[in-house]
């Protein structure tokens, strides 16, 4: 059974202060996993996927499989940045996702 | 940059009664997707279509469920007899061809109000 465990429901930073929002995954095959984002009164987007090791608005993810982890960073976070952030882990025919962290960030 | 889009934004109904929920995924996706999600849980799998036939589905998809490609372009998600628990906000998603498969785009959502 696939799995997806984002163990901070909120996280609260300051501008430009450093952000990681945490998930770790349980699948038995290769994961293919990805970071949506849902800012306010607006659909689930897609933020990052981890085949295409890109940069979004500033945001990485690494895929660690030692870890089982596939956690979100950025160096300096932005007021635009709150919202609620979705690990989800996909394989053919389904996205599992995680419970959602929802970032605030303070001026 | 074409979107999927989802009818209607809001829909209220009486338990018992059955609701269609509409989407119109992207033109050239292949995969669609439903899932749910209950006012403040996580979003939740409920059901995958491919080439006219439901691809998988999650143990909340039972019975009363059921999805249709009627016409090619929309993509509808029946609930026959409704629950109270079936409240919830619905997401229509798709995925388009190729390498990239499994990048879901959602919808907007309907909101579910069962009373």
């Known amino acids: 059974a696939q799995r997806v465990t984002q163990p901070e429901k909120l996280l609260s930073v300051f501008k430009g202060a450093p952000v990681e929002l945490k998930c770790n995954y349980s699948?038995?095959?290769?994961?293919?996993l990805f970071w949506y984002v849902q800012y306010s009164r607006q659909r689930l987007q897609l933020l990052l996927r981890?085949?295409s090791r890109e940069s979004i608005k500033g945001f990485t993810a690494d895929l660690n499989k030692g870890e089982t982890s596939f956690h979100l960073k950025k160096p300096f976070a932005q007021e635009e940045d709150s919202a609620m952030y979705y690990c989800?882990?996909?394989?053919?025919?389904?996205?599992?996702f995680g419970d959602g962290t929802t970032l605030t960030v303070k001026p | 940059e074409p979107e999927v889009t989802q009818t209607p934004s809001h829909q209220v109904t009486q338990m018992g009664q059955e609701v269609i929920l509409r989407c119109v995924p992207i033109?050239?996706?292949?995969?669609f997707y439903w899932y749910r999600q209950i006012l403040g849980q996580k979003v939740e799998f409920l059901v995958s279509?491919?080439?006219?036939?439901?691809?998988?589905k999650s143990e909340i998809f039972d019975d009363q469920f059921s999805v249709e490609r009627p016409d090619g372009s929309n993509f509808t998600l029946k609930i026959r007899s409704t629950k109270l628990e079936d409240s919830a906000m619905y997401f229509c998603?798709?995925?388009?061809?190729?390498?990239?498969?499994?990048?879901?785009?959602f919808g907007p959502g309907t909101r579910l109000t069962v009373t």
């Open positions: 998603a798709s995925d388009p061809p190729g390498q990239s498969s499994y990048e879901q785009y």
């Open positions: 989800a882990l996909a394989n053919a025919g389904k996205s599992t």
């Open positions: 981890h085949i």
């Open positions: 033109s050239n996706h292949l995969y």
């Open positions: 699948y038995s095959g290769s994961p293919e």
């Open positions: 279509f491919y080439n006219n036939e439901i691809s998988e």
